[in-house]
C-alpha cells in the first residue's frame, strides 16, 4: 500500500461479494470478494451530492437528480428494471429528480426534489413506492430496517418494512433537523442544538426526552447505525453511545457497551465528520485525514489488513472530503465538495453555524402546527 493518497477521486474497501462498492479486477474477471485498502472507485462522470450505503448494495445521487447505483438488486432494494446483481455502476430511472437517499438491509428509500419519497424495497417487489406527507420533506435517513424521514416543520415520521403501511409522526418542542434510527433507539436533533432519544434512551418509551448526558454540548450532527450512534459536536468532538463488541466506540476495549454517551479522547485533533457502519466507525479531522476503528473482517478499515481495532487508526487517506459506511466496506471521497445534508439546509444549521438560527416564520409556523 502507498504512503498516502491525496489524488482526487472516490476510494473504497471492504465487503464486495455482491459488489456493493463497484471494484472489479483487472484481468477480466468483475468478481473482487473483498479489498483491504483504499482502491479507486470508477464512477459515471458528474457531480456526486451523497452516497448511501447499504449491506449488499450502494447508491449514488447526482446534482441533476440521475442516481446510479451498485450491488445485489434481485430483490428490488436498488428499484432497478432487472433482477441482477450489479458489479457496474447503472442508471436507476426514478419518476422525479432525486436529491439524497439512505439504504438499508433490505431497501432503498429516494428522496425526490419535490419533497416526496421513493421507496424500493424486498417487501414490495418491482413497485417504486410513491410516498407524500401533508408537508413536504426535506430529509431521509434509516436504519437496518426501515426509512424515516423530517419535514419542512421540522416534524420526524417513521416509516415500517411494508412500505404501504402509515408512518408514525412525532412533533417535539423544537424543529427537528437531523435523525438517526437505530435497532432499538433512535436521535433527533433539534434547531438548539439538544440531543433528543427515544426506546431504549428513554425508559422504553416511544416518545423523544433530551440525552442528559450531552447537557449543555452543543451537537452539531448526529451518525448512527444498527446498535449505535455518534454525536459530533461543534467543537469537533465525538460521543458514542451503544454497542462496542468489536471497538467501534473508540474507547480501546471490546465486548462492552456505552450506557452512556461517552466523549472519544482517542482522535488527536477535532472532527469535521463521521460514518458508521455495522460495526465499524470512520472519522474524518479538520485537516482531512481519515482514522478508522472496530470491526475489520472484511478490510472496511482501509488498513490493508482484517485486524480489528479499538481504537483509531489512521489510514493513507489524506484530504478527505466526504466519508460514507455500509454494513461491512467504507467509501471515502477526495476533492469532491462535501456532500450538504438537506436537513441541515433547510434550517440553516449547516457546520459551523451554530449562532444562525431558523427564520422567525418558521419557527412560528412549528410552535403554531397543531398535531
Known amino acids: 500500500m502507498t504512503d498516502t493518497i491525496s489524488e482526487p477521486g472516490i476510494y473504497a474497501s471492504g465487503l464486495n461479494d455482491h459488489g456493493q462498492i463497484g471494484i472489479v479486477s483487472t484481468n477480466g474477471n468483475n468478481r473482487v470478494e473483498s479489498v483491504l485498502s483504499p482502491t479507486m472507485f470508477n464512477y459515471p462522470p458528474g457531480k456526486i451530492v451523497c452516497i448511501a450505503c447499504g449491506y449488499d448494495h450502494s447508491v449514488f445521487v447526482y446534482d441533476n437528480g440521475s442516481v446510479y447505483a451498485v450491488g445485489d438488486d434481485h430483490d428490488f432494494i436498488i428499484g432497478t428494471r432487472e433482477s441482477e446483481e450489479y458489479r457496474l455502476p447503472v ?83 423544537l424543529p427537528v433537523y437531523d435523525l438517526v434510527t437505530c435497532k432499538k433507539f433512535n436521535l433527533a436533533l433539534t434547531v438548539n442544538h439538544v440531543l433528543y432519544g427515544n426506546l431504549k434512551l428513554n425508559q422504553g418509551s416511544s416518545e423523544f426526552a433530551p440525552i442528559l448526558d450531552l447537557n449543555g454540548v452543543i451537537i452539531r450532527q448526529i451518525f448512527g447505525y444498527f446498535q449505535f450512534a455518534g454525536a459530533l459536536s461543534e467543537d469537533g468532538n465525538v460521543y458514542f453511545y451503544g454497542d462496542n463488541n468489536y471497538g467501534q466506540l473508540a474507547c480501546g476495549a471490546t465486548h462492552s457497551r456505552n450506557v452512556n454517551f461517552t466523549k472519544v479522547t482517542s482522535i488527536p485533533e477535532p472532527v469535521q465528520f463521521l460514518a458508521v457502519g455495522q460495526s465499524h ?42 466519508v460514507s459506511c455500509g454494513d461491512n466496506f467504507t467509501f471515502v471521497t477526495i476533492g469532491i465538495p462535501t456532500f450538504i445534508h438537506p436537513g441541515m439546509k433547510h434550517f440553516n444549521m449547516l457546520a459551523k453555524t451554530q449562532n444562525l438560527q431558523p427564520t422567525v416564520q418558521d419557527l412560528h409556523d412549528f410552535l403554531n402546527f397543531t398535531k
Open 91 to 173: 442508471k436507476v430511472d426514478l419518476p422525479e429528480p432525486i436529491i439524497w437517499a439512505t439504504c438499508g438491509w433490505y431497501y432503498t428509500c429516494y428522496l425526490s426534489a419535490n419533497g416526496s419519497l421513493y421507496y424500493c424495497s424486498k417487501e414490495l417487489k418491482n413497485q417504486q413506492y410513491h410516498i407524500t406527507e401533508a408537508e413536504k420533506l426535506v430529509y431521509v435517513t434509516g436504519n437496518t430496517k426501515e426509512p424515516a424521514a423530517i419535514d419542512v416543520m421540522g416534524d420526524i415520521y417513521f416509516y415500517q418494512v411494508d412500505p404501504r403501511k402509515k408512518s408514525t409522526k412525532h412533533h417535539l418542542p
Open 281 to 322: 466507525s470512520a472519522f474524518v479531522t479538520e485537516t482531512g485525514d481519515l482514522y478508522t476503528c472496530g470491526y475489520n473482517n472484511q478490510g472496511q478499515l482501509m488498513i490493508d489488513s482484517k485486524d480489528d481495532k479499538n481504537t483509531p487508526v489512521k489510514t493513507v487517506i489524506e484530504k478527505a472530503t466526504n
